[in-house]
């Protein structure tokens, strides 16, 4: 407890949603929490919260919460026991552990605690012993992740704490809108700018971000890597390659960008030459260039290599690992960074152990008290997992856990036929969900203030949750639920923890010797004071900084890799559709859909000339087409976006994934393509679908606490 009125009692804790794990108190009332206070002791905000974090008590007890398992009986989901519950999962999973488990899949999320990600993956390899279980990160950093392993054997979004971005003096937002997904953040470009960096927005749009950078490159979607190589092609030709350090794979490098002079550059992200002369220049004098990527560069069927030739530009011109400068990955969800670390990946080992190393294997197997051969080797991702369900020989039974992928994934009209041909579909949520609503079976699960553990933001920092309230009703506790599905499933052992500590100090120990090493930490020293992983001991004052060389890897060098790009495409009669976030709204929106102080509404950004040539107007209704379905939209005019680009936001169900391709995939990070889709429009027939309301809605900046400056 924090004592921080003398009238109610207050819990310190973490916001649930973006990765910049804003602190705020929670003032509570009869088990409720009546208020929000920022905290200016939170290391990360500084007493700043955005929009949703205030909103985030609206969800504590909406009228939606479910409370009681349900279980679908004669086509319609019903309430029954826990005890009633738990029989339909001892039906549905017993039979499967002993006959086939890779029938058996999980899909887990980037909003769990460090503890439940690293409990769901020891569940689906104890437990279960299926090798398939992938999670909804998958979507969001996993090309930036692959990337950075490749290259340095190791994946911290941020190898820096956030502080530093304020003493760049070039910042590139790569396809990165922070203003709206990590609006706290907005602070620290302030303090850049302020001290007389230039920051660019390099977005097909712009953004709320591009408009308070002051310098926005509005390249077409999925250019982002030729723009890398046209600026390295210039940096050599230029006499500013200074490489960090050694590093295989330079020359390579090198000799590739040879071909990417300024004119194609031009030409393939569509702007002009000078523009792109004038970037070049702009970084080529800086002293701490700073490159950030959002999903803009990395949701794509080459999204590693999009990532691989930033991280190369920042390598080969010395800047990579330098305080204030280089590279990083804005991780988005409230877990990314944790949630990619601990184990639900499916290639993936908790403390960033790989499933394919047979040491890690045998370090984890020790720990579990199995044999390394028990542990399946790596199945299916994300995408491919969904694919899977329902089909011959493929996924029978699925356990979701904390995600709605019938409106985040790829393909969703595809992906919501394969999860209505399951034979077992178990959600645990605690709200019901898009994905819920088809489930066979829905476990009431716990939300963030009704939960302990330990969250990891998007500079590596790990903070401590804390429980303020208990589930109302018959919910539990994520963790218990887990526990009590391995008992259904005949596979109890390692899984009858006494309490939550317990099973905390365990993924504490796990995670020792690991690359994301947390062993060093406990409750208690949480209390006191967040720190930067790995912490491999009490004393380790943890660290700060990650991609100083040497490096993790084999013989301690980077290995830098050549992008492997498709052709430039040829010029389309038809216009590309990106998708994305809105300011008010997060993934797929099972939570802030239902809250009346977020309120958005969908609808298809397009450029005023656009709309003309397709003889539309602004709130008129039009039907978008792809190769993998299609929607029907209300039209609103955004002078800032590429008159050959389209955007939709993804937080509504029937609206981008309808779109969006289900096969298209990284061949590295097996990311989908979410980035750059074909699309047609056709004005809507009337009356075949009346388009939602239309608000305008702004990005957001993050509301400070009062008496804390906050803005651009």
Known sequence: MVATSPYLPTVRTTCPYCAVQCNFDLHLEDNLPVRITPTRECPVAHGTVCKKGLAALHDVRHPDRLTQPLLRKGGELVAVSWTEALAYAREALAPAVQSCPDATGVFGSGSLTNEKTYLLGKFARLALRTANIDYNGRYCMASASTALNRTVGYDRGLGFPLEDIGTSDLILLVGANIAETLPPIMQYLKAARDRGALIYAIDPRATTTAKVAGQHLAIRPGSDAALALGVLHLMKIWGRIRPTAPAHGMAEVLWQAEAYRPARVARECGVSEAEIMTLAQRYAAAQRPLILTGRGAEQHAHGTDTVQALINLAFLT??????????????????????????????????????????????????WGCLPGDLPQPGLSAQELLNACGQPGGIETLIVLGANPVVSAAGARQVTERLKALKHLIVIDFLPSETAQLATLVLPGSMWCEEEGTTTNLEGRVQRRRKAITAPGGAREDWRILCDLAQAAGRPEGFTYSTFRELQDEFFRATRGGQADYSGLSAERLDRASVQWPVPHPDSPGTPYAYAPTYPTPDRLATLHVPQLPPPAAPRLTLTLTTGRLGNQYQSGSQTRRNPALRADAAVQMHPDTAREHGLRAGEPVTLRTAHGETTLPVLLAPGIRPDTVFVPFHWPGTANLLTSPESLDPLSRMPAFKATAVTLH???VGAREPAPIRDTPGEIATPHPGVVMGM
């Open 318 to 367: 010395g800047h990579f690992g330098k305080p204030g400068a280089g590279y990083g990955t804005l991780t988005g969800q409230g877990n990314g960074q944790g949630g990619r670390e601990h184990g639900q990946k499916t290639d993936q080992l908790p403390g960033a152990r790989s499933l394919r190393n047979p040491e890690h294997r045998a370090e984890m197997a020790q720990v």
């Open 683 to 685: 004005p809507a027939v």
